[in-house]
């Protein structure tokens, strides 16, 4: 059977981070893929179909060669987004992002203290810094959040918040026990009452909102979203570890297996 790849994909590039989120969907190992291959990687997806890339991570703005990476995709006519934690962005990055017309993500939870609690770190004040840095530098950007049990409200703080600085889109993710929240579900999962009267709430306030924000449900627990993952691997991704699907690796680099057959008789 032919192999059919979506038009976007979800290209992780490392799994380094630097937050600890208690909700990860992704959570920290430490690899890091070297440019070259991830270029390969890109390549390889555009002759399969793929014409649009969502750098992802961990941490994806951590990586040294996205400026790089995100030239390589604007240079092949395509579309690439970034989703990030906006805790650094170095300004070699803003300027890539800004002539590669890439569109970015900045994941913001809510008010300083629920913001930093989620996110294991102190990074409230830097992540709004880099929000108002990015609309200032003309760069397009919009705001992700994900929603726990006993903290609806920050939905209504966050469609403040983006009015008040200019966002002009907010996506609501509900809790998903991925990653490190499967061990966080009994305080975190939203009931199926809670989810309910969450999605009716964005419905309400999407409308009265009229347009001036672009206020968007995403549920994943019925999207499926194809996640190209450190090792090459693209992986169909649902609610849950247990539901994802591997759909095939990226063949690596000609040569790289011959490469690293050689560093194994150099070790041993």
Known sequence: MPLKLPDRICFRVSRCCNARCVFCLAPATGVMVDGDTLAHRIDWLLSHGVRGFDFC???????????????????????????????????TLVSALLT??????????????????????????????????????????????????????????LIDFCLT???????????????????????????TAQRGALHN????RR?????????????LSVQPIHVVEVDGSIILEG?????????????????TEQLMAARENDWS
Do not use: Y
């Not at 002009?168 to 809790?175: A, T």
């Not at 409308?207 to 549920?219: E, K, Q, S």
């Open 165 to 191: 600085t200019g966002i002009r889109r907010l996506s609501i993710l509900p809790f998903l026990p991925r990653g490190t929240g499967r061990t966080r579900q009994e305080h975190f999962a939203l009931s």
């Open 239 to 255: 609610p849950t570890e247990a539901r994802d699907r591997v759909i095939c690796r990226i063949p690596a680099p000609a040569g």
């Open 100 to 157: 590669t017309k890439t569109r970015v993500k900045v994941s913001l939870h809510g008010d300083r203290t629920h913001h930093n609690a989620m996110v294991g770190c102190e990074a409230f004040d830097r992540t709004t810094a880099t929000i108002r840095d990015l609309l200032r530098s003309g760069i397009a950007t919009s705001v992700q959040t994900t929603v726990v049990s006993g903290k609806t409200w920050v939905v209504d703080w």
């Open 57 to 91: 991570g961990g941490e994806p703005a951590l990586h040294p060669e996205l400026p790089r990476l995100l030239a390589h995709v604007h240079g092949r006519r395509k579309k690439a987004a970034l989703t990030t934690n906006g805790i650094e962005m170095s300004d």
């Open 201 to 204: 709430h964005v419905t309400a």
């Open 207 to 219: 409308r009265a909102l009229n347009g001036r924000l672009d206020l968007r449900w995403l549920n």
